[in-house]
């Protein structure tokens, strides 16, 4: 189409960055875990964030991986792996974090005090990560 053109929206990723430094050390979650906490994210939307943050901002990034429990298919994945190795992040025999031990048990109260998040919704939505 002639004259038509595309304009990037800007993005605040702010929201999934804070909620990705309130997962603790010892405990992952998946890109679908944070999306399903911040309205309007999906997965992709939280590896972007991830992708794209400032050099500057200190992100606990190893902590995300995906919904099967193994690293992202990228560069970083065995640093990542050895980050979570460190911090006490249990694995299954296949190389995925196992759910059962490590897994990230849902926002904290800061945080959810933080953005005014209702803690009814916030259980409910935790409660499903497991099915």
């Known amino acids: 189409m002639e004259g038509f053109s595309v304009v990037a929206m ?22 679908g875990m944070i999306a399903s906490l911040v309205p309007g994210a999906g997965p992709r939307q939280v590896a972007r964030a991830l992708r794209e943050a400032p050099r500057g901002l200190k992100l606990p990034w190893h ?8 690293p992202a298919d990228h560069s970083g994945a065995a ?3 050895r980050r979570l190795k460190k911090e006490g992040v249990a694995f299954r025999k296949n190389g995925a974090v196992d759910w059962s031990t ?19 919704a916030i259980m409910e939505i935790v409660a499903g990560w497991g099915r």
Do not use: F
Request: aromatic share 8%; glycine share 8%; hydrophobic share 40%.
């Open 10 to 31: 800007p993005v605040d990723y702010a929201p999934i960055h804070d909620l990705i430094c309130d997962v603790p050390a010892g405990a992952a979650a998946s890109y």
């Open 63 to 70: 902590r995300i991986v995906t919904a099967s429990g193994a």
């Open 79 to 81: 640093e990542q792996r």
């Open 102 to 120: 490590s897994r990230w048990r849902g926002p904290s109260a800061a945080w959810m005090a933080k953005t005014g998040a209702d803690p009814l």
